[in-house]
């Protein structure tokens, strides 16, 4: 548990440091480039996921929620069902991110990767692995390893949002990669994922994430 814990910080910290990277070579109008996130620019994308480290930087929330904690799969699959927060949320959600991205300026963005989440990853480094923390809108709780499976697939999935719209070819750490595409495929249902990926179904059980 505590290898696969530190190799997700590991991978997220990698992750983070591209994100900062790119952000610091892009220009005014590479800023404001449309990507394929319906009405997000390029940094409304980093407004988007820097939240990330800004709230990762603070004190960790405590739980005072009753229940066992859930894993990431089902955590992810319970935001989305069509009325899950995924979707109820998903104007409101776009709309802040928006006037997020307007309010601060591209190094404030860029400072979210590069200062405060490499200082939030060393503090967690030192915390448990098995630690139980609430997941915010969704009632409920999980442990930080399988936290990071979500923040890890959200940096990686968002990256690669960013340098297809800045006409990159994608290059993400291997081991987000790995993380996130192993993730996702738990999020299909098991048969018709097996039986699309290995070509004896023409029904795919994808998209399975908003």
Known sequence: MDDVYSGRLDALEQTWRVWAEIGKGLSDNLWST???CPGWNVAALYAHHSAFPRDMSAP???SDAVGDPVSAAELLRRFNVPDGVAHTM????????VLDATEHTRRELIDRFSVRGPRALQRLRQVDAT???PWPTSGAVIMLVEALRIVLLEATVHLL???????CPPAVPS????DTAQLLAELAP?????EAATGRSTHSPLPVLR
């Open 34 to 36: 449309p990507t394929r």
């Open 90 to 97: 998903a104007k409101t959600v776009a709309d802040l991110i």
């Open 60 to 62: 960790l929330p405590l």
């Open 175 to 178: 081991q987000a990669l790995n």
């Open 131 to 133: 630690l139980v923390v």
């Open 190 to 194: 098991a048969v018709e994922f097996i």
């Open 161 to 167: 949002d960013v340098q297809r719209a800045l006409g």
